[in-house]
T-cell receptor
Framework: GAGVSQSPSNKVTEKGKDVELRCDPISGHTALYWYRQRLGQGLEFLIYFQGNSAPDKSGLPSDRFSAERTGESVSTLTIQRTQQEDSAVYLC??????????????FGSGTQLSVL | SQKIEQNSEALNIQEGKTATLTCNYTNYSPAYLQWYRQDPGRGPVFLLLIRENEKEKRKERLKVTFDTTLKQSLFHITASQPADSATYLCAGGSNYQLIWGAGTKLIIKP
């Protein structure tokens, strides 16, 4: 596709439910990131995928959070047993990858998650 | 902890003037800094990258500086226009990991 696509754009869920967020990166981009953006705060790194290497999961805030990526395409971020503090915008970004340094990121429009 | 700090107060600038935004980093030394623009309900869009060994970078009406002594980057928009109104994010890193500031909201008034 022309850009990074995320779905759904908005998700309202009840506390304790599981949610799955989807990201379609730009075709050919081997690097994929998930970030969390809370109001008034900087982007918080969650997870990084680069090709077939083991993902960097160091930013995942708890074991309720997990992410997968199928090859060098679609990624899903799953949040189990959602809590109200999980409410935020979840942003996905991709980059051409390979160098791992200085690459500019291409972001999707994000998923606004609201946990009631 | 490693931090990027940006002015949290909105910056109001008259159209045609130069807008200057500040990004300060603490407790680390990024090899490069990136600046992004974010509009409401959208993801950030890349604008400029500057490396630690570069003093200044320009792109059209945009200019960014990197001062390793002051641990600071300045982002300038000359001849500002109402369409430049947005939130501008600064991020610094040395590999794929970026530390992000919370952004400064810029408002250009006609």
């Amino acid at each position: 596709g022309a850009g990074v696509s995320q779905s759904p754009s908005n998700k309202v869920t009840e506390k304790g439910k599981d949610v799955e967020l989807r990201c379609d990166p730009i075709s050919g981009h081997t690097a994929l990131y998930w970030y969390r953006q809370r109001l008034g705060q900087g982007l918080e790194f969650l997870i990084y995928f680069q090709g077939n290497s083991a993902p960097d999961k160091s930013g995942l805030p708890s074991d309720r959070f997990s992410a997968e990526r199928t090859g060098e395409s679609v990624s899903t971020l799953t949040i189990q047993r959602t809590q109200q503090e999980d409410s935020a915008v979840y942003l996905c970004a991709s980059s051409p990858g390979g160098r791992g340094l200085e690459e500019k990121l291409f972001f999707g429009s994000g998923t606004q998650l609201s946990v009631l | 902890s490693q931090k990027i700090e940006q002015n949290s107060e909105a910056l109001n600038i008259q159209e045609g003037k130069t807008a200057t935004l500040t990004c300060n980093y603490t407790n680390y030394s990024p090899a490069y800094l990136q600046w992004y623009r974010q509009d409401p309900g959208r993801g950030p869009v890349f604008l400029l990258l500057i490396r630690e060994n570069e003093k200044e970078k320009r792109k059209e009406r945009l200019k960014v500086t990197f001062d390793t002594t002051l641990k600071q980057s300045l982002f300038h928009i000359t001849a500002s226009q109402p369409a430049d109104s947005a939130t501008y994010l600064c991020a610094g890193g040395s590999n794929y990991q970026l530390i992000w500031g919370a952004g400064t909201k810029l408002i250009i008034k006609p």
